[in-house]
Structure formats: C-alpha cells, structure tokens
C-alpha cells in the first residue's frame, strides 16, 4: 500500500469524525440510518446482540446483501470480516467497500495474527482496548480506530474503560520525558516512531471512534467528552422501540455532546432502549479477542 | 488584519478548518447551534464530511434560514467537500437540495467510492500548483456564467467562486498548503466587515 493510499486512508476517517456510525442488516434499515443522519453504515447479516443470542461461529457477510446495502444508500458503507481472514478482507475489498472493520464480533479466524492491512488499497477500521493494542493495529496498517467495548450488551462500562484506558496512557507518554520513550515503545510492544507520535501530538495518529454498548444520546455524549471522536452504535438503535427517532437523538447528541439542556430534550420519549445485559452475566467476552 | 471566522461544527473535519486557519494567526470559533450565530464574524467555512448529515443537522438545530440568509447578504463563504454540495443549487445525481446558493450544478461521490479517492497537484487560479486531496469528492459539472472556474483536474472543475462564494471538491485542509485559505481570508478581509446577526 503505497505512503499516498494509507493518508488517503486516514483522510476518510477524518471525515467520519463527529458522526455516528450504525449497523444496519437490510437496505431499508440503511436508508432509515441515512435519513436519520449517519455519516456511514455497517452492513452486516446480524447485528451483534443477535450474534451473541444466536452464538456458534459468525463470519463475514453475504457479498449480496453488502451490495444491496451499497446501493441503497449514498454515505460510505463498511463491512466485518474476522480477525485474521485476509481472504474475507480480500472479498470486501473486491467489491469496493469503504471501510473494513476487522472485528471481534466476528468469531476470530486467526488466534495469533492479525491481517497485515498494510497489503490492501481499502482502509481498515481495528479495534482496542487500550493504547498498545490501538499501537500494534495501526502499525498494521489500520486507518482508524475504535474502542472494544461489549458489543451486543448495550452495557456501555467496557467502552468507558477502554477510552479512558487509552487517554490516560496518552496522557502519560505526553508527560514523559524524551529518553523514557524507548522503553515505553517496550513495555507497549510497539514500534518507537509510534511512541514517539504520540508524545510529540497527545493523541493517535489516526482517528478514535468508541464502539460497544452505545444506546442512548447520554451514552454518546458521554463518549465524546471522553475524547472518542465519533461514535458506531451497532444494536443500541435497531433493538430499540422507535429506531428512527433513537438515531436521529444519537446525531445530535454527538453534535453537541456539552450542551445538557439539549440533551435532556434529546433524551425525552425515545420509547424503549434496547434491554441489554450487564457485562458479569455474560459468558462470552468478545472484547478479549486478539490483543 | 483581525479577522474572526466562523466554521460550521455539526459533523466533519472541522477542527482540520480551525488549525489551518491558526497557522495564519486568524481566528476562528465553532457553529454547533443557532446562538453561536450570535458571536460576530467575518466569513463562514462549511467543512468537508456527510453532506447528507449537515444537511440534516442544519434544519434541525434552525441554522439552515440564518446561514441562508447570510449567504445572501454577501457575508463570505467557503464550502469544501460537502459543503460545495451544501451550496449547489444542483446535485446531478441526488434529488437533494440544502443551502443552493450557488449557481453551479455538482456530482456526488463522482469520482466513486473510497477506491476512487486520489491526491494530485494542480493549479489553483493564477496562484500556482497546490497540492489537493480528493476523498469520496463531488466535482462540478456546470457553472452558470458569474462563476468563476479557479481549479480543474483532467478538464473536471474542482474549484470555483461566485461573489462571496468560494467551494472546493477537494480538502486544502488536510494538506499543508495555505494558498485556499490566504485566499478565502482574503476574501473575508476585503469585502466584508464585521456583523452581527440577531
């Protein structure tokens, strides 16, 4: 992947920044998301509070369904495929994804490796749960990331503690002093220019978006004033009582994610949140997946 | 010169905007909703991102009538991206219209999808070759005949400016080139002076 594509790369996500990212199954539901203001979609067969109801192995979309979605909607369109399947990565590429998110929601297809993303022209969006981890995948190659959170729970705790996870490891290494660097790059099992970016920036050198459990505009404005840049919400919307008005809450939430008079209104008659399930009763963690 | 911009804040590179601007010792303040249109200022940026998002968003928080307005009332502004779109009066393949106040006629997503974004060099009016990057862009097809053609790339119009109205398909702000923004300060400085909006 050429100096050039891999900017370019970034450039989209910089694009994103400020908007809300949401899973849609079907093109009708990505045309709701598009109209209720989503700066992009994630096409998947199953949004992950079913893939986590339904359990056995997930896996990339159906190449079909992606496409209806593609045309269904005029915002970019992003796509899973698992942790380590190049040969996924590959598919979606061919059929000229936006943005490809190597995703723990999917059943890992790689227990040690992640997808060398440097060897693809599409961008890749990884997740993590703190700094190191955000390090490694975008020493990968990822264009952009995004917190781990619990996907599927709408249970926003992990989400939380990932960002502020990575903000307080920013922080540190901003304060550091130049020759502590090295070992930091050590200790992060990343390579030192990284390190180095972020001491000399205080932030990653891609864009930061928070994922995992997002359900309400309080959920997202919580985000955002943690320092995520935007945010996806994957179930939190299409499990909800009225999805449209949910997404459209969300959108502006994240607008003006300090303005708590605004948010009040915004909060007010969404009908049901999606139930949710609190992150000790589950059994399946799908934010350990690949480090 | 002290001038004051304002840049549009509802979704987008927006912060990009502020820190070009910054490098030119300007200054400049967010828009996320109508009574940040109350602070006085001398031109106004519409940044790059969904311009289906910042249409939404524009309605909805009431700023799309007032920003119209000052559209027409001459205060200088400069869309990128998705705000060239926010600005065309037409959109040749999407039945959307927002802001149309200017008199050119764009394409979305014309170049395609992410795989079609591309970064090039060409020149911008008569102030030599500047470095311009496209992501997901739009480009113009059509102008009427007070627009101004600033900037093309293979014979596609990709930058133009009509009055107070200056747009274009790709993002000077994420290139360290400052001649787009020198020039729209320019604007900004020389033909209009400080308001206020009630």
């Known amino acids: ?66 496409k209806g979605i593609q045309d269904a909607v005029s915002i970019p369109v992003m796509a899973k495929c698992r942790i380590g399947h190049f040969a996924e990565a590959q598919i979606l590429e061919a059929i000229e994804i936006d943005y490809i998110d190597e995703s723990e929601v999917l059943s890992p297809a790689d227990d040690k490796y992640h997808i060398d993303k440097t060897k693809f022209k599409v961008p890749f969006v990884c997740g993590a749960k ?33 960002m502020r996870l990575m903000q307080a490891e920013i922080r540190r290494i901003g304060s550091a002093a130049e020759d502590e660097l090295f070992d930091i790059a050590k200790e992060l099992r990343v390579p030192y220019d990284l390190v180095q970016y972020v001491h000399e920036y205080k932030k990653l050198p891609v864009v930061n978006f928070a994922a995992g459990g997002v359900a309400t505009p309080a959920d997202a404005a919580l985000m955002i004033q943690l320092g995520a840049e935007g945010v996806f919400v994957g179930s939190g919307i299409f499990k909800s009582g009225n999805p ?48 | 010169m002290s001038v004051r911009i304002a840049v549009l804040a509802l979704q987008g590179a927006f912060i990009e905007h502020e820190k070009m601007l910054s490098k030119l010792g300007i200054a400049s303040f967010e828009i996320r909703q109508k009574k940040d249109l109350l602070h006085s200022f001398d031109g ?40 060239l779109l926010l600005l065309s009066k037409q959109i040749e393949n999407d039945g ?14 014309a170049y395609g999808r992410q795989l079609g974004s591309f970064y090039t060099a060409e020149s911008f009016g008569t102030m030599g070759k500047i470095p311009m990057t496209f992501i997901r862009a739009p480009y113009i097809k059509d102008v009427s005949d007070s627009v101004v ?35 729209f300060i320019k ?8 308001r206020i909006i009630d």
């Open chain 2, 44 to 83: 106004l940026i519409i940044p790059g991102g969904e311009s289906s998002v910042q249409g939404k968003l524009l309605k909805e928080l009431e700023l799309f009538e007032p920003i119209r307005k000052l559209i027409t009332e001459k205060v200088p502004i400069f869309g990128t991206c998705a705000g």
């Open chain 1, 244 to 291: 449209e008005k949910r997404a459209a809450a969300i959108v502006k939430a994240v607008t003006n994610f300090t303005d708590a008079k605004l948010l009040a209104e915004l909060s007010e008659d969404l009908g049901e949140a999606m139930v949710g399930i609190n992150e000790h009763e589950i059994e399946l963690l799908m934010a350990q997946r690949g480090e």
């Open chain 1, 1 to 66: 992947m050429s100096e050039n594509r891999y900017e370019l790369n970034k450039n989209l996500a910089q694009m994103l920044k400020g908007g809300v990212i949401m899973d849609v199954t079907t093109p009708e539901q990505a045309r709701i998301a598009e109209a209720a203001g989503a700066c992009a979609v994630m096409a998947l067969e199953r949004i992950p509070a079913d893939i986590r109801a339904a359990g056995g192995v997930s896996r990339m979309s159906d190449p079909k369904m992606i």
């Open chain 2, 149 to 183: 053609i600033l900037a093309t790339v293979n014979s596609k119009i990709v930058a133009a400016r009509q009055g107070n109205q200056l747009v274009t398909a790709f993002h000077p702000e994420l290139n360290d080139d400052l001649t787009v923004h020198r020039y």
């Open chain 2, 96 to 109: 959307r219209v927002y802001l149309a106040t200017m008199d050119i006629t764009a394409v979305r997503n």
């Open chain 1, 130 to 162: 703190d700094l190191g981890e955000a390090l490694r995948r975008i020493n990968e190659g990822a264009a952009m990331i995004r917190t781990k959170g619990e996907p599927g729970t709408g249970d926003v705790v992990q989400a939380v503690r990932h």
């Open chain 2, 187 to 194: 604007i900004c400085g020389g033909e209009q002076l400080n």
